[in-house]
Structures are given as structure tokens and as C-alpha cells.
């Protein structure tokens, strides 16, 4: 995950901003087809489809048009919501420029790389590794902000783990387990479940998870 996210963040370090007939970006476009709304100025909503995406920007599909240098919030199915503007029309749509913090963008190619391989990921088949019940031993999941929550440890493997919380994280959003970096995989009726970044020995789970 990390490797790919990298891979979505290099082009934006490695090449010059420049444009040419509105083709050549500064980050790497990748398609995506997911579903969601935009936000004008002046607040109305409309719905939108995603069509290709990077950690820079967006090719947005519609039937409303916008104007070239409209400010516009987009909420796009399991990535949330992005600010930008519109660089240019498109005969079915807009490109929009994101208006985010280097944070935001970190979080964003790490979102776009679980969507992009989520088939490989389904809710079961998504895990190689035997899980174990916990027994109901409490743990804790900080999030990307720092902030800090206890939980209910309902399963364990060396790769992932399922836990009891009101909180829903975003899909795809990095999280910890304890001490453990993590990648939300799924929602189920009871919490979260989620990947560990790197696969676990038995002495590191039985000291984050005593």
C-alpha cells in the first residue's frame, strides 16, 4: 500500500507544472468509476460521477456545466468530500484542480489504491490469514488526526482486525490498531475491519494486544 501510494504521489515531487492543451498534469491520472454529488458556490448540489482521478485532480462526468474557475466541493462514494476548481469543460462534464493539504493528499492515494484494488479485498476472501476471537479484550484505534478512542478487539489475525465501534472511518482511511498501522478494509454492523499494513508475528500481536 505504502509502495503504491508513493507511486501516486512521485509524479506531483518529480515533474514541473506545466499545461499543454490541457493534457500534460502534474500527477498521474488513474480511472476510477464511482459514484457521488458536487457542491456550487452557491450551494446547490447536483449529482456527478467519477471518471479518473489522481492525488491532484478529477475528470468529473454531469449533465450540469460549471464555469471554467468555479469553486466546487465534490463528495465522491468512499473518498469523502475534496475542494478544487474547474480547470476546464468537458463535453460530459468538468476537470476539477484539488485544493488540499499534503495530509489530505497522503490520505487520498491511499484511498485511491484500495479502490482500485478492492476486488482483490472482498469482506472474507480478503483475508489470508486465520483470525481468532478475542474474547472481548478492549484496545484502542487513533486516527489520522491524532485523535485517540478505546474499542472492543472482536477478532485478530497476523493481518488485520475486526473491532467494536460507533466510529465509521472512511474506507481506505489509515488508522492504528493499538500500535499497529492499519488500513480500514470494510464496514459491518458492529464496527470496522481492518488490514494491518505489514503482517504481524505472534510476539508483536501478543505485546499491542496482551
Known amino acids: 500500500m505504502a509502495a503504491y501510494s508513493q507511486v501516486l504521489l512521485k509524479t506531483q515531487r518529480e515533474t514541473p507544472s506545466v499545461r499543454l492543451n490541457g493534457d500534460l498534469r502534474r500527477h498521474r491520472r488513474v480511472p476510477l468509476d464511482i459514484g457521488g454529488r458536487f457542491m456550487r458556490a452557491n450551494r446547490e448540489e447536483f449529482v456527478c460521477r467519477l471518471k479518473d482521478i ?111 465501534t460507533m466510529a465509521r472511518p472512511a474506507i481506505g482511511e489509515e488508522v492504528s490498531i493499538a500500535k499497529i498501522r492499519a488500513v480500514v478494509r470494510r464496514h459491518h454492523a458492529d464496527g470496522i475491519g481492518v488490514q494491518f499494513f505489514m503482517v504481524q508475528d505472534e ?8
Open 54 to 164: 489522481s492525488v491532484g485532480g478529477a475528470c468529473v462526468s454531469t449533465v450540469q456545466s460549471v464555469e471554467t474557475g468555479e469553486k466546487i466541493i465534490a463528495y465522491f462514494d468512499h473518498i469523502g468530500g475534496l475542494e478544487g476548481l474547474v480547470t476546464r469543460q468537458l463535453p460530459d462534464g468538468f476537470a476539477i484542480q484539488f485544493k488540499v493539504s499534503e495530509h489530505k493528499r497522503e490520505k487520498l492515494a491511499a484511498q485511491i489504491m484500495w479502490l482500485l484494488n478492492r476486488d482483490d479485498f472482498p469482506e472474507e476472501a480478503g483475508r489470508q490469514h486465520e483470525r481468532h476471537g478475542t474474547s472481548g479484550r478492549k484496545t484502542t484505534l487513533r486516527f489520522d488526526d491524532g485523535m485517540l478512542i478505546d474499542v472492543d478487539l472482536l477478532d485478530l489475525s497476523a493481518s488485520g482486525a475486526s473491532v467494536a
Open 203 to 210: 510476539a508483536t500481536l501478543a505485546a499491542n494486544f496482551p
